[in-house]
């Protein structure tokens, strides 16, 4: 009898419940179209407001302008000069030159990390070499700053001799530092997610270990180990704490990977306190927020994709 | 067949010549040089965290942990810092620990793998985990204060100054949730793959709904991979600066935060400020140096806890 009695009772909570797990369910997504809708949203006066025009349009933003008559026409970044200056290639500059710095630093590092566990290491070894990389992923990347402000930039400056203790290879190697990690997990994940099967027909072949790896396994992992890296990039791009307390944040256009840097997350984070609610200034920094977003947005998504498509492609043929 | 093509690509592959597998590479060097790109990551490790003990064990005492900062944080202690990361990561916890919880199950228990709603929100989920810290402050000030805080102030204190809409320390938890969402998802996920298609098949023959299945057998068995995302999301948004740093959190203050709109000081933004805006690095350095371990010790606590939850978890998974 208790049954009967229990079970049309429980049909609006089942409903209910149901629902209730749907509606959460839906969070990421309606969390990740709320992130750019509210953000694009501060940076639309970029595009219609003809004040904000006045100093910050896109042509203004991208190319050389003359801020100050009879003198040649230039980038800059001064947004708080009595002539204020809304340059963003000094940024992007800054950006992708500390970003190039620490994939110069980590891909081999972590690529080649990733080969040696996966390939080489005996299990015990794969058991030290695993938490180790998690260890160096759980690292805070404000303690990596400042680890890079306090100590390396000091090792850096006397090794090379240099006059300012922080610029971009500074805060590059601290950013590969970060980096690391996100390249290893991926480039391990696709060279151990290669079937043993492809492994077992090289070795009846005559293969010896090496040849396997390098016949069968990386050509098959190689989109997977690409797909690390660019995700890699992705993060050195979008990283702040660490390129804000160890790049020197000053705005230099200049190819020497010792010179000082100012990158689009650093400056967010540098000047958005300070800025005035609504004025020119706080919208282009919701601008390069925007750019942000839609780079990394741009980059996770092609990586997932790849990841995505060469793990069916793997998985499918062994069955 | 398809799936024997690609096969027989790759042998065609290694048919320019079975001679190709003379024991000519033995791999000695590729395995030299990926063993030495492991040596160097675990050197880099061992020297950064061997700098920050040896640096910050002297200053570490019970003063220290328990007592807030004196004389222009050259003296003092650490406790309100302390205090106001505890309270923010709980604070997180809460809110984003059952919101992560039930879109796992969602995805695991409700839908198919291959649904488009499920792939569109396995893809926010992943981007979600790929949008810079940065971008994430951005929007906690564009959405939680700007939005819903100056929101609730129009409606309810339009005669007073801003209650909600300022920075505090329940947008900072909310952004932070929203940041950490993915780790709780997917530690979740992992956990309800462990658990045996039995255990579900008998509580439907017993006539438990599918909800009552969710509550009694899915939730109690996947405790532990829930705990383990609860940690590494406490563990990840305890050391989050850059979303903080617009949204709540202060350099000092004299008072512990007890309300939710109040504002807080961190441990991750102490070090931010403590290390770049101190007129005398020298005479802050050994209270810098201890901040910076004590960071470093909770974050490291929790993830050992979490990696000795999620390998015992496997380990009774594969028994």
Do not use: C
Request: avoid cysteine.
């Amino acid at each position: 009898m208790q049954e009967l009695k229990f079970k049309p009772k429980s049909k609006i909570r089942e409903f209910l419940g149901e629902k209730f797990i749907s509606v959460s369910a839906f969070s990421a997504l309606i969390g990740i179209l709320l992130i750019f809708t509210f953000i694009f949203k501060e940076a639309i006066p970029v595009f219609t407001d003809p004040e904000v025009q006045e100093e910050a349009s896109l042509d203004k933003m991208v190319f050389k302008q003359e801020y100050y008559e009879g003198r040649d026409p230039k980038w800059a970044w001064q947004p708080t000069s009595t002539v204020p200056k809304f340059s963003l290639y000094p940024l992007f500059l800054g950006t992708i030159k500390a970003a190039i710095i620490a994939m110069l630093f980590a891909a081999p590092l972590g690529v080649g990390a990733a080969i040696y566990s996966s390939e080489f290491a005996s299990r015990r070894m794969r058991e030290i070499i695993k938490p180790v990389i998690e260890l160096l992923a759980a690292i805070p990347s404000v303690v990596l700053g400042f680890f890079s402000l306090i100590v390396l930039a000091t090792v850096l400056q006397n090794v090379f001799g240099l006059t300012f203790r922080l610029n971009a290879m500074n805060a590059g190697i601290a950013l590969g530092l970060a980096v690391i990690p996100i390249i290893f997990t991926v480039a391990e994940d696709a060279m151990t997610s290669v079937p043993n099967s492809l492994r077992d027909a090289a070795i009846a072949l005559g293969a010896n270990p090496w040849q396997v790896s390098f016949t069968m396994v990386f050509p098959a992992a190689l989109p997977g180990i690409a797909a690390g890296i660019v995700l890699g990039f992705g993060r050195a791009v979008g990283e702040t704490m660490i390129v804000l307390m160890a790049s020197g944040n000053a705005a230099i256009i200049s190819g020497d990977f010792f010179d000082s840097v100012r990158t689009f997350s650093a400056t967010i984070a540098a000047e958005l306190a300070e800025v005035v609610f609504g004025s020119t200034h706080y919208t282009v920094l919701f601008f390069i927020g925007t750019l942000l977003f839609v780079f990394t947005f741009i980059i996770n998504l092609g990586g997932e994709m790849a990841l995505n498509r060469i793990k069916e492609k793997l998985q499918g043929r062994t069955e | 067949m398809k799936v024997h093509d690609r096969t027989i690509t790759y042998s065609e592959g290694m048919t320019a010549g079975p001679l190709d597998f003379r024991p000519k590479s033995s791999g000695r060097i590729p395995r030299g040089l990926t063993f030495a790109a492991v040596l160097v990551i675990i050197s880099m490790l061992a020297v950064i965290l061997g700098n920050i003990v040896y640096g910050g064990i002297g200053t570490i005492s019970w003063d220290f942990l328990t007592h807030p900062p004196e004389n222009g944080m050259e003296e003092g202690g650490v406790f309100p810092a302390i205090f106001g990361t505890v309270a923010l990561v709980l604070l997180m916890v809460i809110a984003v620990v059952p919101i992560g919880v039930l879109t796992a199950i969602y995805l695991h228990e409700y839908t198919s793998p291959k649904s488009k709603i499920t792939r569109m929100i396995r893809v926010a989920i992943a981007n979600l985990a790929g949008v810079p810290s940065i971008v994430f402050g951005l929007f906690g000030l564009g959405f939680f204060i700007a939005f819903i805080g100056g929101g609730l102030d129009w409606l309810f204190y339009r005669d007073e100054g801003p209650v909600w809409g300022q920075p505090a320390i329940i947008w900072a938890a909310l952004t932070l949730a929203l940041l950490t969402l993915p780790v709780v998802i997917v530690s979740t996920e992992e956990a309800l793959r462990t658990i045996p298609r039995e255990l579900k098949e008998a509580s439907y023959a017993l006539g438990g709904t599918k909800l009552q299945t969710i509550v009694r057998i899915i939730i109690p068995q996947s405790l532990p991979g829930i705990l383990t995302g609860s940690i590494l999301a406490v563990s990840r948004g305890a050391g989050e600066v850059a979303p903080i740093m617009f949204t709540g959190a202060a350099y000092y203050l004299p008072y512990l935060p007890n309300k939710l709109n109040d504002q807080f000081m961190e441990l991750g933004y102490h070090i931010y400020v403590m290390a770049t805006q101190s007129p005398n690095i020298e005479a802050t350095k050994p209270i810098l140096y201890g901040t910076v371990l004590v960071l470093l010790v909770l974050t490291f606590l929790l993830n050992f806890i979490a990696i000795y939850i999620r390998s015992s978890m496997r380990k009774k998974r594969a028994a």
